[in-house]
């Protein structure tokens, strides 16, 4: 217990000083953009047919509270409001502080991810258990070979793919977001099954694009898992079949875990791709709507959240790590 | 003792024992045809970003009457929104991803191995500062940067935009290239190298280095296909300025624009650039396949 | 389950390794008998066949190696050969105990000994849980240990002397008499050693077994066995009661393997190193005798012929030489 | 003027499923407030204005009844008078009243608007609101600075429940606005506050949807938002659907995959290319009504670069492109080729300037007075390629936003026309519209692509043309001219230009415009368009139309009236047909 | 002359922000080698021989005394400073198979000091060629057939051979060979060994053997000293034969008693000493460090730790406050 406090202790002193340095770039990266949102606006506003003046009066009153002062007393109220969880206040979304923008995004973000990354997991590492098992023949190549191609390919190619495959050759799939509207939100079947419908395609993306790296990482793991002599020893005093098993796949997943933990935290950001092309609304198309917008706040926001939640995904990772392993939690290195 | 014969080998030295290293590669290739086919996409691909535009005309022609074209004999995979030959575009725009994918990995793999030998060779305080170092660069997801950075900088060149990439890129390499260092250093032949007084660049470049050669080359093809990835993916989220024959612009261009997902007629402007970037992908994995072989004496001469 | 030290009758036992050569013979026609209530001793050096063929003794030549011809007869088991599936599972552990080379390694790291003393029970079929535990504690402390914390550790928080007698318990804790143990000193240091040992010897003779021990240390052998048996390149180049062997080595590579043992008394200068290298598998030669390259006694019938075993007594020797010259004498 | 169509047959009910073209990306957290630039308040379904103003040829003024069932425009454009519709109601039961509409009018002056405008002097602002009795309201004309289109400004105003909002407004804002009117520090105080009120307006959210139009806001979630049919609504018994989903895009091709689908019962226009138009053309019931859009897109020259301060390579270009060609390539179903530059969409042309349509020329492709035209401009041609005048390369460089496909796609021909030619070209693209917009207007671009032609105000019109982008602005009525370079003025044409012989000041005369009527405006606007037919400021490219997707398969009675499909920018025109009760469910 | 006094060592395991674990592996250590002499180092695993070894060979830093070759300390020294002297002491791994750099072949193994010597001596390339060649027939391989060769390609004997070789290419003063032959095949071994000592009386080279294997410490460095090393402190010191024939430290007993009897050629010994067990627990800080397993443990043992002297009667130094003789060790039978 003493470990996982101290090792805890540790890590949040360490994530709470890469916030700092990651608002700290954001704030600055995020102040130096180019492009005059009030110039655009304006564009808009004249092109509808408003008369200059008063486009020039609208603008005004929409951006008319962006953030005035010196860069340095900007810099300490963002970081000040940053202690108290206030983001600031989104800026294509008058009146709406970053934070609810954010979590409405997360939301949206964290049920696709979670059950993508999972399904990926749990067929990734059956099959990599696969693989390893039958890693001289036919079969075992030709999975690590899918394997390693799955785990290559690029997210964005995936999803197109399954988009032109589903969505427009054989449309059997919704590729427009994240619910039908006209089911009553709440604990109803329609309601759930159009959540389902919905999420299918972004949630294969990321099995998909997943499944690649577990069945590598599982297979390297259980073959150097079934070179150890723990589990020909096991053999040897006739340990039922099922048992080597478990042994095996007990010691063969635990590295896997970390990166679970770090891959869940990942994606959270890495899911601009699947977001844009499913036109899911989690946080990377929040993202990126906020950088077409420029949306400063929100950028920064989403951002540091994407980071937080990295950070916060390392801590995790570790501290599992620390409570799975008898290893590491009697305090000696297990590396 | 000595006026003994002077050996053989001595008088073969570097020539034939580079000479036995192609043959060593060669042996490795041979072991499995799937290599060899991933030597030749990659061959391909290398030969078409270098030579591939010259047998273009710098304007590839257009022809407004028949653009968004499905493929035909005329044109592989169609006409883009232009009437371009769409196969034409790919060539073509294959030097830009590449050089700048080129640009990415060397940048990546100089800057991370560096790193890396440093941290893992000086240990101590060094290490605890750059490591902390690469740990934050990691833990700061590398895309939505890419994202916030596209609107502060223009990538105008594939120079500049492998640039970017590969500043982005050598957190994993600088780890990786560590830890070797620093499990290659409890090794007794670098003790041993370190006793016989040879000099810290010796270790480094003869000792360390060709220890991780596989490695290196590994995370550099890795690092490779990550920047064709993201450059792409960039051009394909239309947050990078527009470069007609670039591939990612073209996806986007395909989707966006030229209505791929809705009608079959796009469908090669899509599937062409896709293909590429799974032929490419396809290729490095069946090299790095054989990396760890091919820097391995004893591998390689089984 | 036998309760008595079963005898072993290893006949033509060869077993082959597939590999870029094509399949090498790394034990081959070995015939050995373990006697009941015997400790038998096999040194060899590395690579001489040793662990392939105690693995033989309980079918389980890991591939790509497989037996491929000879047969294991053990007492209230048959042909170990034959076996397979369950029937072979069930022998290994109940019948036949394995202590392994590295058996600092031969434990799961996750789970504690315990558990994994319940998981091998429940693999046979032990209704007695409680009495699994009782009979492993006992054991334990039979070997100076404090079985209740042992059975509660992982095996990181053991040492290496106290692994392996974990991996003797878990070899006799299902009453087997039959016990193979491969190399199970290297690795220790000498107080833990000869402490092991001395173990080995005591259970042996408590528990009525049967022992193979295998080794690369004739030290080792000659503290333990009764019978030592030596091996060469996938043969057995002679065998017979330890303290003959020892004594007065007939086979060259014996005499040579004894004289190269630098000793705490004496004139330093009597040893002296055996000339060449041990084979491998590759190079070890197809016909006649593996040892020829390295042997003084070389003679051109050598490289032709394969010795023929030649039993006098209790001792066996396969060496062109010595029959020469007991035919001359 | 015109009167509720109350013909039809009732309801028939159903699910009406539409997109909102102009905004992408729903925002289920937004408010239902028509202010909120993410708002949930859908023009012509859940927001109602005044009354739907149409894009008349024309006349500025013409309107489609909304709240207000009829008005009165004084023959001066002095004032309007409003008559409500008598039995409006608010989607939860209590009536729209006079008060309503003027606290409207006090919401639209915190946020600028064309006719409620606190920035002083500025053009067609009202002075005075006065409620005549509970339906009826009158509002006049500041006539200092007055405008033509002043009604336009009043009838094109949302409005808003008072016993919802009324909090947002502070009890003396009309006496703040009185004082806002004046001048000195006082006013610009209250200027200050009504401004700051702004902010306020625009962040508020109603805790619930209290609507005036034919729906209320039911809900939103990230893809979707839904509407059901406001039951109080004026014309209820004649609105057809009851519901109405909101489809949400990020892209148009996702637009596209809808219309093709047949998923959507109406969408405004959105570009497609011709494979993908006919592909949403074939879907079953699906139909493509045509109406007119009055903007034009043109190539727009920075004239502090060389060689475009000349007028010679100006013309040339205009001789080189193809602009048939172009638009084919990049908007072959939204535009038509422009017949000329004249700075006018060539349908208001022809009712603005009938007569000196035909005198312009034309600049059809012609490669021999292209190259004379350079070999005035003291070009020269060398193994193929055109140079400067001093002997340096010539490479015609455009931008346009990264995002603009339809303006990339026309550039990319462009410049292979150019090349073809002996030109050199290449296209820039820039990530976005507002960093496009900022750098255009800093004068970093040589050749850009410029929006223009924005009818129906003939100062409209102009004023993209020989404005603020050309130098000149208009401060309270009073034109000033700053040098190319300054103050926005990218384009850079001198501040006299000589049309057929005689030197006018183009500034001066869009200035007029803005106060000039229907007849006064029509010799300025041929002047003006001769003058941007001479000198070639930009070359107008393709003018837009403004297509409408609608589908038959579950609703009927679509109009083809051209009148009434030319309805104002910012407006759902389907919303509109809809209570209007034009829109049948099909049985 | 290769002297150390006091020599101490305590690695901090790596722990956190909180704090450390110290590990005490070298605590006070005095020795002391001549030109051409040698030295054996025996004792249990993890008692510090081969931390000793390394420090000795300037791979390791110290916390504590200090090393002085030929005279000259080192400790005052720059670290670039005291390179060249540890130059002059060569260390021979254990494990041969890591003591090579796989992907180098034996003459550029071989090629890269000799590069450096020749540099330095402004000697040529041909010279370089030819001493490699040297080399390895000193330790007895062909060159011929060696040279071109990666290590792999040998076994694990020849393996050592070229380590050694490379080892001489510096012209080393001597060599530190820790565990040298205990990876080798037992048949070979002695050729190693052999090598050694042959090295020693022909080039002069002095040998500090590190072993936990008696038997060859006497095989080697018979004419030299032997360091009993206890959990880091040295508990008996003095002539290898002296120590094997006469022990007198409880501990250096144990160690002998556990060597092995070869039952047909040898009588054990008859007062054989096994100490009590507890090797792990106990490991106390305070006495003599050996007291917890000590079976002749007496008054005081737990409370000030013996320290290395000679005492009457004892002809080698001890840390005991009860020396004893006791036979221990086995006799061959032939003596008998
Ligand atoms: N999996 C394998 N594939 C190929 N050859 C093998 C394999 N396992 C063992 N061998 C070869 O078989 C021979 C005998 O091996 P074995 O492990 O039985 O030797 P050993 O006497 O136990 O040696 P050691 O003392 O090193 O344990 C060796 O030459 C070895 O190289
Ligand atoms: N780098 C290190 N970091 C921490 N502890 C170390 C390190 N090196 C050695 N030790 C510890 O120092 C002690 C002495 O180790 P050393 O390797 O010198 O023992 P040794 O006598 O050579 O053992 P062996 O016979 O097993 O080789 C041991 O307890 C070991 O765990
Ligand atoms: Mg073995
Ligand atoms: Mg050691």
Redesign the interface.
């Known amino acids: 217990m003493m470990i996982i406090t101290r090792r805890l202790a540790g890590h949040l002193a360490r994530g709470f000083v890469m916030i700092l340095v990651v608002a700290t770039i954001s704030f600055f990266i995020i102040n130096n953009i180019p492009g005059d949102p009030m110039a655009a606006r304006y564009e808009k506003l004249v092109e509808g047919g408003m008369a200059p003046e008063a486009a020039a009066q609208a603008v005004k009153v929409l951006y008319g509270f962006q953030p005035t002062g010196s860069l340095w007393q900007q810099y300490t109220d963002f970081m000040g409001g940053l202690l108290h969880f206030d983001l600031g206040v989104s800026v294509s979304r008058p009146g709406t502080p970053v934070l609810d923008v954010l979590t409405e995004a997360a939301k949206w973000t964290v049920l696709p991810v979670l059950v993508g990354t999972l399904l990926s997991f749990l067929v990734g590492v059956v099959l990599g258990v696969y693989a390893a098992i039958k890693r001289t023949g036919k079969l075992g190549d030709a999975l690590a070979i899918s394997g390693s191609l799955l785990h290559g390919i690029p997210q964005y190619v995936l999803a197109l793919l399954l988009v032109v495959i589903f969505a427009t050759l054989i449309p059997i799939l919704p590729a427009d977001g994240p619910v039908d509207i006209l089911f009553d939100p709440g604990f109803n079947a329609g309601y759930i099954g159009s959540l389902i419908e919905h999420a299918v395609l972004p949630v294969v993306t990321y099995a998909l694009s997943a499944y690649g790296g577990w069945v590598l990482a599982m297979k390297s793991s259980v073959v150097t898992v079934l070179g150890d002599d723990f589990i020909l020893a096991a053999e040897l005093r006739g340990m039922k079949r099922s048992i080597v098993f478990r042994y095996i796949a007990r010691n063969a997943i635990l590295p896997l875990f970390t990166i679970l933990a770090l891959s869940l935290g990942l994606l959270l950001g890495g899911a601009v791709f699947i977001e844009k092309i499913f036109n899911y609304p989690g946080l990377g198309l929040m993202l990126i709507d906020s950088v077409n917008d420029r949306d400063y706040a929100l950028m920064g926001g989403a951002f540091l959240l994407i980071t937080a939640s990295i950070i916060v995904a390392n801590i995790v990772a570790d501290l599992f790590y620390t409570v799975i392993d008898p290893r590491v939690r009697s305090g000696e290195d297990a590396s | 003792m000595s006026d003994t014969l002077i050996p053989e080998p001595t008088m073969s030295t570097s020539a034939t024992m580079r000479r036995n290293f192609w043959l060593g590669v060669w042996r490795v290739m041979k072991r499995k045809p799937s290599r060899m086919f991933g030597v030749i996409i990659i061959a391909g691909f290398a030969f078409m970003g270098v030579f591939g535009p010259m047998f273009f005309p710098a304007q590839l022609p257009d022809n407004p009457n028949a653009i968004t074209q499905p493929p035909s004999w005329a044109h592989w995979f169609g006409t883009d929104p232009q009437g371009r030959d769409v196969l034409a575009l790919v060539i073509t725009g294959s030097r830009y991803v590449l050089l700048s994918a080129a640009v990415t990995a060397l940048i990546t793999v100089v800057f991370g191995t560096s790193l890396g030998l440093f941290s893992g060779f000086k240990r101590g305080r060094w290490d605890t500062v750059l490591m902390r170092v690469t740990d934050m660069k990691l833990t700061i997801p590398g895309l939505p940067l890419l994202l916030v950075l596209a609107t502060v900088w223009k990538f105008g060149s594939p120079i500049q935009m492998g640039l970017v990439l590969g500043l982005l890129g050598w957190g994993g390499v600088a780890r990786a290239v560590r830890a070797q260092t620093l499990s290659l250093r409890e090794r007794g032949f670098i003790e041993a190298a370190r006793g016989l007084g040879l000099s810290t660049r010796h270790i480094i470049s003869k000792e360390l280095l060709p220890s991780m050669a596989p490695y290196i080359a590994m995370n550099m093809l890795i690092a490779v296909t990550g920047a064709v990835y993201a450059q792409v993916g960039l051009f394909f989220l239309g947050v990078l300025p527009y470069e007609s024959d670039n591939w990612g612009v073209m996806l986007n261009l395909a989707v966006f624009q030229a209505g791929a997902m809705i009608t079959t007629n796009a469908l090669g402007y899509l599937l062409a650039p896709l293909l590429a970037i799974l032929l490419l992908t396809l290729g490095i994995v069946l090299v790095v396949d054989a990396m760890d072989e091919i820097f391995n004496p004893r591998l390689r001469e089984e | 389950m036998a309760d008595q030290a079963p005898g072993v009758r290893i006949d033509g036992l060869t077993v082959v390794y597939k590999t870029s050569a094509g399949e090498l013979p790394a034990v081959r026609g070995i015939n050995l008998t373990l006697e009941p209530g015997t400790i038998t001793g096999i040194v060899g050096e590395s690579g001489s066949g040793k662990s392939t063929l105690a693995l033989s003794l309980l079918n389980a030549v890991q591939p790509p190696g497989r037996i491929s011809a000879g047969s294991v007869e053990i007492d209230g088991l048959g042909d170990v050969v034959g076996l397979a599936g369950e029937q072979l599972r069930k022998a290994r552990g109940a019948h036949i105990g394995y202590v392994f080379q590295a058996a600092q390694n031969s434990l799961n790291p996750l789970k504690t000994v315990g558990k994994q003393l319940l998981d091998l029970g429940r693999s046979h079929g032990v209704e007695d849980l409680r009495g699994l535990v009782r009979e492993a504690k006992e054991l334990l402390g039979r070997m100076g240990l404090d079985g209740a914390r042992v059975l509660d550790s992982h095996q990181h928080e053991l040492s290496g002397g106290m692994r392996q007698r974990v991996g003797i318990m878990l070899a006799l804790v299902l009453n087997a008499h039959l016990v193979v143990l491969d190399e199970p000193t290297t690795a220790l240091d000498m107080i833990t050693q000869a402490n092991i040992l001395k173990i080995v010897r005591e259970v042996h003779a408590e528990r009525g077994l049967t022992t193979l021990v295998i080794t690369h240390d004739i030290g080792v052998v000659a503290e333990v066995a009764d019978r030592l048996a030596v091996m060469y390149g996938g043969r057995l180049v002679e065998q017979g009661p330890t303290r003959q062997v020892l004594g007065s080595p007939r086979h060259p590579y014996t005499r040579g393997l004894i004289r190269a043992i630098p000793r705490l008394v004496g004139d330093i200068d009597e040893a002296r190193a055996l000339p060449g290298r041990p084979p491998t598998l590759v190079t070890v030669p197809k016909e006649g005798c593996v040892f020829r390259e390295r042997c003084e006694l070389r003679m051109d019938v050598c490289d032709t012929v394969d010795p023929t075993v030649v039993a006098d007594g209790a001792r066996v020797v396969a060496c062109h030489a010595v029959s020469v010259k007991e035919h001359a004498s | 003027s015109g009167s509720t169509n109350k013909s039809s047959s009732g309801g028939g009910g159903g699910l009406f499923t539409t997109i909102d073209v102009n905004r992408p990306g729903l925002d289920a957290s937004a408010p239902a407030n028509p202010y909120n630039p993410k708002g949930n308040s859908f023009s012509g379904f859940n927001s109602m204005r005044i009354a739907w103003v149409k894009n008349h040829l024309t006349d500025p003024n013409q309107a489609l009844p909304g709240i207000a069932a009829s008005w009165e425009i004084a023959p001066d454009n002095s004032s309007i008078t409003l008559k409500l519709q008598p039995n409006a109601k608010w989607s939860d039961g209590k009536p729209v009243t006079a008060e309503d509409v003027k606290m409207s009018i006090g919401i639209a002056y915190t946020q600028g608007s064309t006719a409620f405008s606190v920035t002083p002097g500025a053009a067609g602002a009202a002075a005075e609101v006065t409620v005549v009795d509970p339906q009826t309201l009158k509002i006049t004309q500041d006539m200092a600075n007055p405008s033509p289109k002043f009604a336009r400004g009043v009838l094109d105003t949302a409005v808003l429940p008072a016993h919802v909002w009324s909090s947002v407004l502070p009890a003396d804002f009309w006496d703040k606005l009185k004082a806002a009117r004046g001048e000195g520090a006082e006013a610009e105080k209250a200027r200050e506050e009504i401004t700051a009120l702004g902010q306020k307006v625009l962040t508020f959210a109603p805790p619930k949807d209290v609507s005036a139009g034919p729906f209320v806001l039911e809900r939103v979630n990230p893809g979707e938002a839904l509407l059901v049919k406001n039951k109080s609504f004026f014309n209820a018994a004649n609105v057809a659907p009851a519901q109405v989903k909101f489809l949400n895009y990020t892209g148009n091709e996702q637009i596209w995959n809808y219309l093709t689908a047949g998923k959507l019962d109406a969408s405004g226009f959105v570009a497609a290319p011709t494979d993908v138009m006919n592909r949403i053309k074939a879907a079953p019931g699906s139909e493509v009504i045509k109406g007119y859009s009055p903007v034009a897109v043109s190539m727009a020259f920075n004239q502090s670069k060389k060689p475009y301060d000349n007028v010679h390579v100006r013309r040339g270009l205009a001789y080189l492109i193809d602009r048939d060609q172009v638009t084919k390539v990049a908007s072959p179903e939204g535009g038509t080729p422009a017949i000329t530059t004249t700075g006018i969409h060539q349908k208001a042309a022809q009712a603005w300037i009938p007569d000196t349509l035909p005198k312009l020329d034309p600049y059809k492709p012609d490669v021999a007075k292209a190259e004379a035209e350079f070999k005035d401009a003291g070009l020269t041609k060398k193994d193929g390629k055109w140079m400067l005048a001093d002997g340096k390369a010539w490479k015609v460089s455009m931008h346009a936003p990264a995002g603009f496909s339809d303006w990339l796609s026309a550039q990319e021909n462009i410049k292979s026309q150019l090349i073809k030619a002996g030109i050199d070209a290449e296209v820039v693209t820039t990530t976005d519209y507002p960093l496009y917009l900022e750098e255009l207007s800093a004068g970093k671009y040589d050749v850009g692509f410029w929006l223009m032609a924005l009818g129906p105000a003939p100062y409209d019109i102009f004023q993209r043309l020989y404005g603020a982008s050309n130098g000149w602005t208009n401060v309270a009525g009073k034109i000033e001219h700053s040098p190319a370079g300054k103050g926005g003025n990218w384009m850079g044409d001198p501040e006299q230009i000589e049309v057929d012989g005689a030197k006018i000041n183009p500034g001066e005369l869009t200035g007029k415009l803005n106060s000039a009527t229907e007849d006064q405006a029509k010799p300025i606007m041929a002047q003006l368009a001769t003058a941007a037919n001479q000198d070639l400021p930009v070359i107008q490219l393709w003018d837009y139309v403004n297509n409408q997707f609608v589908n038959n398969s579950r609703f009927t009675g679509w109009p083809h009236d051209d009148e009434i499909l030319r309805l104002g920018t910012g407006v759902l025109a389907s919303g509109v047909w809809i209570q209007l009760g034009m829109v049948k469910s099909k049985q | 002359m290769i002297t150390g006094t006091g020599i101490t060592k305590t690695f901090k395991q790596?722990?956190?922000?909180?704090g450390h674990r110290e590990v005490p592996a070298l605590r006070g250590v005095d020795f002391e080698i001549a030109k051409g002499g040698s030295a054996s180092f025996i004792g249990?695993?993890g008692c510090g021989k081969t931390t000793l070894g390394r420090i000795i060979?300037?791979?390791e830093t110290y916390d504590a005394g200090d090393i002085e070759i030929d005279g000259t300390p080192m400790s005052p020294l720059k670290h670039k400073h005291r390179?060249?002297h540890?130059?002059k002491?060569?260390?021979i791994?254990q494990?041969?198979y890591?003591?090579?750099?796989?992907?180098?072949?034996i003459?550029?193994?071989l090629q890269?000091?000799l590069a450096?010597r020749a540099g330095q001596t402004g000697r040529s390339k041909?010279w370089i060629?030819?001493r490699?060649?040297?080399v390895l027939?000193?330790v007895g391989l062909d060159?011929?057939t060696v040279?071109?060769r990666?290590p792999?390609q040998l076994?694990?004997?020849?393996r050592q051979r070229v380590?050694i070789a490379?080892?001489l290419?510096?012209d080393p003063e001597m060599l530190v060979a820790d565990e040298a032959v205990s990876m080798i095949?037992?048949?070979?071994?002695?050729?190693i060994?052999?090598l050694l000592k042959d090295l020693r009386e022909r080039l002069g080279v002095s040998v500090l053997f590190i072993t936990?294997?008696?038997?060859?410490a006497?095989?080697i460095g018979?004419d030299g000293e032997l360091y009993v090393i206890y959990r880091g402190q040295v508990v008996e010191r003095g002539p290898v034969d002296t120590i094997?024939?006469d022990p007198v430290h409880p501990y250096t007993q144990?160690?002998?008693?556990?060597?092995?009897?070869?039952?047909?050629?040898e009588l054990p010994g008859e007062e054989p000493v096994?100490?009590l067990?507890s090797?792990?627990e106990g490991q106390s800080e305070s006495g003599c460090l050996f007291a917890a397993r000590c079976p002749f443990r007496g008054d005081g043992c737990t409370e000030e730790r013996p320290l290395l002297r000679v005492t009457e009667g004892v002809p080698q130094e001890h840390a005991c406050y009860y020396p004893q003789r006791r036979s221990v060790?086995?006799?061959?039978?032939?003596?008998v």
């Open positions: 790596r722990g956190n922000v909180l249990e695993s060979a300037g791979l390179q060249p540890f130059r002491i060569q260390m791994h494990d041969p890591s003591a090579l750099n796989p992907t180098r072949t003459y550029q193994t890269a000091p450096l041909g060629d030819e490699a060649a040297e027939s000193l060159p011929g040279l071109s990666y792999h076994s694990g004997g020849m380590v490379r080892a290419t510096v095949d037992v048949s070979l071994r002695l050729g060994l052999a936990h294997d008696v038997a060859t006497r095989y018979g094997i024939a144990s160690l002998l008693s556990a060597i092995p009897v070869l039952h047909g050629l096994v100490p067990e090797l792990a060790i086995a006799r061959p039978m032939s003596e």
